[in-house]
């Protein structure tokens, strides 16, 4: 069974592995698929499910097939921007937004809302934490927090005003992990895109596909998966990082999730590996800022 763990001191408990519901809310994910995945997913002992306004149906699906199972997972979610009828990032866009996921996904509370990779100059004014802060007050958010990366990620560490981050973290985007994750113990952290969007799924460079930005970086860091294999060595990668609770691996499909969740609780990678990683990413990948 999947370890599950604090998150950081939020008083949650989160699954290592979770699951990155982007790919639930996509078109060509019929119905079915949504409800095998989403409870499939808890039956493997996921218990950290992580959507957002802006992923199409996820969150509408996420309330349509796992409402009579709410008490069961964690629900993280994100927004803050293109609310109608609101200034993205204003008080009354971050009201919206809750109001929206909590109406969504048929709950009364959302556990961690997150907001969705606003700017530093956003975070700087304030406004947008302290309408998360008043969700909280008022017993709709349980945790406020937030995602992103690079520098506007370590000023929202460092403010005090969140309880848990969301970022990039994989073998080919270290950037988070080196100057923010783990800093701060009391944090909880979810590391997105954490098989790095399983780029050696293409032979030829997937220009203009979402993968294209970690290809070329392992292109550069001449990685050997070696007999573990790609998805194991991403996975346990990202898994096991000092600092990371949970994994949210974005998939459409069961089977690979059940996949993902094998690989995981095999434990961090052997110290050979992490050495060659190590290496790699001292060549060439020391100044790739994160992806956002
Ligand atoms: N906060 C943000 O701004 C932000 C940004 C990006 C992502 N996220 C969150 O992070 C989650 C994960 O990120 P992501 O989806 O971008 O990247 P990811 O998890 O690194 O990669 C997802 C891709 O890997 C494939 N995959 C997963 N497991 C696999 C396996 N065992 N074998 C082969 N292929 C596998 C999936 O395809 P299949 O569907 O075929 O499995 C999917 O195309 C998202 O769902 C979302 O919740 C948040």
Known sequence: MIEQRPFGSTGLTVSRIGLGAGQVG?????EPQAERLLRGALDLGVTLVDTALSYGASEE????????????????SKGGSGVEGHE???AGAVRASVEQTLRRTRSERVDVFFLHSCSLEVLERGEAQ???????????????G??????????????????????????ADRWNLHHVVGQDPALGVIAKRPVANAPWRFDERPTGHYAELYW???????????PLGWTALALRFTAHAPGVHSSIVGT??????????EAASAGPLPPEVVAHLDEAWDRVGADWPSST
């Open 61 to 76: 699906r996420i309330g349509r097939h796992l409402h009579d199972r709410r008490g069961d997972f964690v629900l993280s």
């Open 146 to 171: 937030y995602s992103g990366d690079n520098e506007a990620l370590a000023y929202a560490a460092s403010s005090s005003r969140f309880g848990a981050l969301e970022c990039s973290v994989n073998v």
């Open 26 to 30: 996509e078109r060509d994910v019929t």
């Open 252 to 261: 459409a499909h069961l089977d690979h999730l059940r996949e993902n969740v």
């Open 130 to 144: 302290d309408a998360l802060d008043a969700e909280v007050e008022a017993g709709r958010v349980v945790v406020a």
């Open 216 to 226: 070329e970086r392992l292109q550069q860091l001449r990685l050997d998966p070696g």
């Open 88 to 90: 993205d990032w204003s």
